[in-house]
Every structure is written in structure tokens, then in C-alpha cells.
């Protein structure tokens, strides 16, 4: 796992902050990705990056509490999610890289992992 990962769980931890809310955590990626936005429209290098930070740490923490504080199916979900897309190729329509023909989705390993 990433130390900055760790941190991410170890934050909510610390704080009490494994009650997962789908809404709640939509709320919050939202705010940051409507941050994203705003700051790309102006062009502000700094306040994208920050954003983009502030998205990958609710989206770490909002996994963390949607697995209950598992750290091993945390690992496992994106280990699984990481497998599904090396399997797809580098070829790119409109800038997005394509499934192809080899691409297996994530969800039925996700849901193993879930189910343990």
C-alpha cells in the first residue's frame, strides 16, 4: 500500500470517520471535482493539483469506509480494479484508452471480496 494511502486511513481512523455514507461521500467528491473544474477553466496548475489531491484522498477514505476499515480487501478492491485495466490496450478513442477485446471487468472479483 502507499505511506500516503496509510495516511488517508489512518486519518479517518484517528478520527472516528469509518461511517460510510454514499451520499456524504458523493457530496464531498463532487465539491472537489466542481474545485477541479473551476481551477482548470482559469488555468490554475496549483488549485487543479490540489484538487485532484483532495479527490484521491475522499476516494481513499470513502473505500476505506466502505470496506469497514478492512485494510486487506481495501488492497484487494484495487489490486482488482488495477488487474482489469492493465488488461486494456493502449489504444485510445477521443484520448480515452479502450477496453478491447481481452478487458475483464472488476466487479466479480470485487464482489468476492466483499463477500468474504
Known amino acids: 500500500?502507499?505511506?500516503?494511502?496509510?495516511?488517508?486511513?489512518?486519518?479517518?481512523?484517528?478520527?472516528?470517520?469509518?461511517?460510510?455514507?454514499?451520499?456524504?461521500?458523493?457530496?464531498?467528491?463532487?465539491?472537489?471535482?466542481?474545485?477541479?473544474?473551476?481551477?482548470?477553466?482559469?488555468?490554475?496548475?496549483?488549485?487543479?493539483?490540489?484538487?485532484l489531491g483532495d479527490i484521491l484522498v475522499v476516494a481513499v477514505g470513502s473505500l476505506y469506509k466502505l470496506v469497514e476499515g478492512d485494510k486487506q480487501k481495501f488492497e484487494d478492491i484495487m489490486l482488482a480494479i488495477t488487474s482489469a485495466n492493465n488488461l486494456k490496450p493502449t489504444e485510445k478513442v477521443d484520448g480515452k484508452i479502450i477496453k478491447g477485446d481481452k478487458y475483464i471487468a472488476p466487479e466479480p472479483m470485487i464482489e468476492d471480496i466483499l463477500c468474504k
Open 1 to 51: 500500500m502507499n505511506n500516503w494511502s496509510e495516511e488517508v486511513m489512518m486519518w479517518n481512523e484517528e478520527r472516528d470517520n469509518l461511517r460510510y455514507s454514499p451520499s456524504l461521500e458523493y457530496s464531498m467528491l463532487d465539491e472537489e471535482l466542481n474545485e477541479y473544474m473551476e481551477a482548470g477553466l482559469i488555468g490554475d496548475k496549483v488549485a487543479q493539483a490540489d484538487a
